[in-house]
């Protein structure tokens, strides 16, 4: 299958600081990713839809000037959580999509720690 | 918009026995139906899907199962060994403002136990 690749694998940051995660597809090109959100023992929730070269589509109640996606290119999609605080502390996982196809491959997601 | 119901969400069995984790969904238009595992700390790993033209899938201990008219969708996994122990997620995947967005499930937690 596609390989989707995520860094950083777990970053502990400070409440206040920016953390950036980056999401790449290594073996295709993906115009569209998807970055999601995880708690424990719970499902995936769909934060944002990041379509290259244009803005994201965030879900309702996903603030978009909290979480910034860039998609500059066909292979890289960014999400940066700005001004972190503890209640940020989650996993979060990016995939991208093989077009034609519509199949989805995840990353091994981030973790964030927010102290 | 679609809504995806999964169950059982905890499903314990022993080695050598089979799984079977059932989905259901609500928008006649979903088209694809990927399933996800995903192992503690990791992300969710693609182990097959189908489409909405085929009614069955297998790949080797793994299967899907498709009925369009009830709008349900099955995972079965036979001869479980303790390393199918994880999580795991179905999706349906319909066309939604443009863009074809997949919904998953709650998720399922199987133990395997040797």
């Known amino acids: 299958g596609a390989v989707v690749s995520q860094h950083p694998s777990r970053v502990i940051c400070k409440s206040g600081t920016s953390v950036k995660i980056e999401c790449r597809s290594l073996?295709?090109?993906?115009?569209?990713m998807f970055w999601y959100r995880q708690f424990p023992k719970q499902s995936l929730m769909l934060m944002a839809t990041?379509?290259?070269?244009?803005?994201?589509?965030?879900e309702q109640g996903v603030e978009k000037d909290k979480f910034l996606i860039n998609h500059a290119s066909l292979t890289l999609s960014t999400l940066t959580v700005t001004s972190a605080h503890p209640e940020d502390s989650s996993f979060y996982i990016c995939?991208?999509?093989?077009?034609?196809?519509?199949?989805?491959?995840f990353g091994p997601g981030t973790r964030l720690l927010v102290l | 918009g679609e809504n995806v119901e999964q169950h059982p969400s905890t499903l314990s069995v022993q080695e050598g026995d089979s799984a079977v984790i059932k989905c259901t969904y609500s928008d006649s238009a979903s088209n694809y139906f990927p399933w996800y595992k995903q192992e503690l700390g990791k992300g969710p790993q693609l182990i097959i899907d189908?489409?909405?033209?085929?009614g069955e899938k297998k790949d080797q201990r793994i299967a899907v199962t498709l009925n369009k008219t009830a709008k349900h969708f099955s995972l079965h996994i036979t001869e479980t060994q303790p390393e199918d122990s994880a999580v795991y997620f179905c999706a349906a995947t319909a066309l939604s403002g443009g863009s074809y967005i997949p919904t998953f499930g709650r998720g399922t937690s199987l133990i395997v136990h040797p």
């Open positions: 995939s991208a999509r093989v077009p034609v196809v519509e199949t989805q491959y």
């Open positions: 189908i489409r909405s033209n085929v």
């Open positions: 073996d295709f090109q993906a115009t569209t």
């Open positions: 990041s379509n290259e070269g244009s803005k994201a589509t965030y």
